[in-house]
Every structure is written in C-alpha cells, then in structure tokens.
C-alpha cells in the first residue's frame, strides 16, 4: 500500500473527532429532549383547548374542535385580503361611475368575484354550532349583494348603473352586520364544534 | 493500484476527502461543482477516487453499478437510476402543484394568505435536500443519486421565485410592489435571497457550465450565502426563535409552540449539513473510512441524522398541511 493510502495520523484528525463527538453529543441531547417534548403533545393539545374553552370531548363526531384563535385566525385570513380587494374595486368604480361606463362595469365585475371567492372560502371554514349560522346568513346577504352589483354591472348607460347605487349601499349593510355579528361572536371563545 | 486511475485523484489522495478543493471536473460533492454530476452523466470511472478505502469503495461500486443496469420497459431499456432519480425527485414538484388551482383560478386570498408557507417552505425543503446530497456522497461514497442535487437546486429556485412573485403582487404590506418585496427587513433578506438564486438558476446547466468554467464554481457558491441568509431571514421572521404571544410560527394553537417554529426546525437540519461539510469533520470520516470502520461513522453521525430527520419531518408536516390547504383554495393563516 502506497504512503497516500495510509491512514492518517492521529493529529491530522483530532479537530474532526472533537467536532463531529461535540456536535453529535448535541444533536443527540437535542433529539432526546425532543422525544420527550413530543411525548406531551396530547396533554399541551388538551391544555390548549381547554384554556380556549374547547372540550374536545364536546365536539361532534368527525369535527375538529377549533379554539376561538384557530377561528380567528382563519376568519382573519380570509377577511383581510377580500376587504382589500373590494376596497379597490369599490374606489375604481367610484372613480368611474360618472364617465366609463365600460371602466364602471369593469370594477364591477371584479367585485362580484371577489365576493364569491370570500364566500367560497368563509363557507370552507368549520365553525362551531353557535357562530354557523351567522356564517351562513353573512353567505347568504353576500351573495345577494353580489348578485344586485352583478346586475348593475350589466346596466345600459350611466344614469342606470348609478340607480342602483342606494340599493348596492342597503345590500352592503346587511353584510356589515352580519360581519359585525360574526366578529363579535368570534371574539368571544367558542364552544366545542 | 487500478483504482488510483480514476479521474477524482488529486495528488495520489481520494479528491474530496483531505478537504481541499478538486480540479473543475472532479467531483468532491460540493453542491454542483461537477458538470458531470450535474448533468447526471457521470459514470462509474469518473467518479472521484475512494482507493483509500478499499472494501468500502467495492460496496459503494456495487450500489452505483447496479443503478447503472438497464431493464426493458415497453419496448424501451431504462435505467434503474433513472426510475430511482424519477422516483426521488418528484416530490420536489409537489409545493408548484399545492399552489397551482389557486393559480388556474387566479384566486388572489389564497396566494395572498398561504404562498409564502407553501412555497416558501417549499424552496426551504428543496435547499436543504439539495444540501444533502453532499454530505451523504461523503458519508456512502454512492454517487447515484447526485443529480437530484441539480434538480433540488432548480426546485428550489422555482419555488422561492414564485413566492416572490405571489407575495409581491398580493401581500398586504403597504408600499406598493417595493415595499411588498423590501418593506421589512426579513422581507428583504429574502427578496435578496431570491435575486442571488437567479444566476444560479441561469446557469444551472451543462452550457453556462462550460462557458463559466472555473468561475461557475465560484459563482454557485453562492448556494451557501443563500444558506446563511435563510437563516437571517428567519431569525428576523420568528422574533430570534422566541414566541411572543400570538407573534412568530410557533403559534398554531394546538400547544406545540417548539415544533412549529421555523428557526428551531432549520437549525435542526442545518447542523448535519454543516457539520459533514468541515473539512476535519470529512477528514476524520475519510481517515475512518480507510480504517475500514465505516460503522464507527455511521454510530458518530447517527445522532446529527436524527437530528435532521427530526426538523425535516416538522417542515415537511408543515408543507402538506398548509399545501393541502392551499390546493383546496381555502389557506389556513395558522
């Protein structure tokens, strides 16, 4: 065997040694201590949601039990990039409404889409038996409201599109409140559902 | 020796193993320095040398020359390799395809609210796979599975290139497109991480390979600036690993704080793939290696891959439950 393939000598690789002993010492703490942090999952599961005030043993079959952040949190995400889409599709019809008939129905249009993408994904939501309902009338006064600017939308001239300004702000109400209500409801940690 | 007349030898010493750099064409498993590996044309004599570590170097033949067997397949020969490489490297598309019905529908809430945990995390688990292939080379001396390094590394750039396109047009950060990309400082460590994964992404191929020469090795280093910057990025995303409140990963609600954080779980992959690149860390393993006590190496560094393992499968739950989420159109904000 040639002098390169001889080990190396001990020195040579002492640095290693310490490095891969020390790190490895480390990484094995950390993986035992691990398993052990995973080993209380279920009671930090069960604490969590009782702190919520959700007794899993509550919830109906086959339905997680969601805690009031859970909901919040998921209520939240979809809430706050809709509010903003509408926000701008309400200002660039706004903008419009007296001189661009085509640029008006334009703003229009995208309202009613993002109307339907938030109530697809607010229907996607599993809310507990007591704020359900409130989701489905929010659903319902949503889609009414998208329904009345789809059809505004589709309005011949100006003086049209802007007659159903009043009826548009009535509909845009309803869901305030049912928002409102649902917020409220939310704020509040739920039950089990 | 008839081994020493493989191309990897550098000075009568197995390239790669003392530490120091190869020659541009010797693969020492450094994250895409061979073209060859790269490309995933590299054949068994091409190889870097492992002479000093005789009876393992025979196995680790073995596992590549039986990869190199062709079977018939309707009519056509095909690899073991390459259904093997198929097989690994599919999962690397997976993050593109949790997002694509959001993309189809064009629905805005979805990528607005779950694109950077999809296929942030998506790039997060691309790199550090991509960042594996290295140190298991020095760990089997198997080269088989060296091209998903290539493939990994392009994944990964397509992911984070497309989370910042996605948050770009639809975060909610004020400031337009700028300060949606650099309006907060961890926003802008990975809008910087994205402008270097571009070069690499361009010249992630055979051509660039041979137009750069010696320069595309030192350009692709760049992979571990991108390393190191994730690691800021997520130090500044998760309020330096510490939960506050509701603020940072940790808070998903179902009392594991730990295991969600994304710094716990980066640190916990980053230290095996750090530590196999030292070079006295590779010079130990080679010199173990020659010994022939491969099994004391594999008894050293079983904890470190534990310890990978054990981050990796945190990430990886975090990328299907968000991913689902997303390719259902109904993002979970957790």
């Known amino acids: 065997m040639s002098q390169a393939h001889a080990p190396r000598a001990p020195e040579q690789t002492t640095a290693g040694r310490v490095i891969l002993a020390a790190s490895s010492c480390l990484a094995a703490v950390l993986v035992i201590a691990g398993l052990l942090y995973a080993a209380g999952t ?63 129905e334009a703003a229009l249009t995208a309202e009613v889409t993002a109307e339907n993408t938030f109530d697809a994904s607010l229907a996607g939501i599993e809310f507990p038996p007591a704020i359900a309902p409130m989701a489905r009338a929010l659903i319902r006064a949503d889609q009414a409201r998208a329904k009345l600017i789809a059809e505004q939308a589709r309005s011949s001239s100006l003086a049209r599109l802007r007659s159903f300004n009043h009826r548009v702000q009535a509909a845009s109400a309803a869901v305030q409140a049912q928002m409102t209500l649902i917020l409220k409801a939310i704020d509040t940690p739920p039950q089990a559902g | ?125 691309c790199l550090f796979v991509c960042l594996l292939v290295t140190p298991l080379v020095t760990l089997t001396g198997q080269r088989w ?31 337009g497109v700028f300060g949606r990309l650099a309006g907060h400082t961890f926003v802008l460590i990975g809008f910087i991480m994205v402008m270097l994964v571009i070069p690499l992404l361009i010249t992630g191929n055979p051509w660039a390979q041979k137009k750069l020469g010696r320069y595309w090795k030192r ?59 030292l070079p006295p860390a590779k010079r130990w393993i080679a010199a173990r290696q020659k010994e022939g006590r491969t099994w004391l190496v594999y008894a050293t560094v079983l904890p470190l891959f534990a310890l990978f393992v054990f981050g990796f499968t945190f990430i990886l739950n975090e990328e299907i439950f968000k991913g689902m989420d997303s390719f259902a159109e109904h993002p979970s904000a957790e």
């Open chain 2, 1 to 125: 020796m008839a081994q020493s007349t493989a191309g990897g030898r550098v000075g009568g010493r197995p390239a790669g193993y003392d530490g120091r750099p190869a020659r541009y064409g010797q693969d020492i498993g450094e994250p895409g320095r061979s073209p060859d590996a790269a490309t995933g044309t590299q054949t068994g004599g091409q190889e870097p040398a492992g002479g000093g570590q005789p009876r393992q170097r025979a196995d680790k033949s073995r596992v590549d020359e039986w990869m190199e067997v062709e079977f018939r397949f309707g009519g056509s020969r095909i690899k073991r390799k390459a259904v093997a490489l198929v097989v690994l490297g599919a999962p690397a598309l997976v993050p593109l395809l949790f997002m694509s019905p959001a993309l189809v529908t064009l629905n805005s809430t979805t990528f607005s609210v779950s694109v950077d945990d999809t296929l942030g995390t998506g790039a997060e688990l």
């Open chain 1, 42 to 104: 279920g009671q930090r599961h069960q604490a969590a949601l009782a702190a919520a005030g959700c007794e899993p043993g509550l919830s109906p079959s086959g339905l997680p039990c969601t805690t009031a952040q859970m909901l919040a949190s998921q209520y939240t995400a979809i809430m706050t990039p809709a509010s903003q889409q509408l926000d701008a599709d309400m200002a660039a019809y706004t903008a419009s409404e007296r001189h661009h008939l085509a640029a008006a």
């Open chain 2, 145 to 175: 599975f060296v091209p998903l390094r290539r493939w990994y590394g392009i994944m990964m750039a397509c992911c984070a290139i497309g989370d910042a396109t996605a948050a770009g047009i639809t975060d909610n950060f004020a400031g």
């Open chain 2, 219 to 277: 350009l692709h280093r760049l992979i571990y600036l991108i390393w190191a910057l994730l690691a800021a990025h997520l130090v500044l995303l998760e309020g330096f690993g510490f939960q506050r409140g509701s603020n940072g990963s940790g808070f998903a609600g179902d009392g594991d704080p730990v295991f969600h954080q994304r710094l716990y779980q980066y640190s916990a992959c980053s230290l095996f793939l750090l530590v196999l690149r």
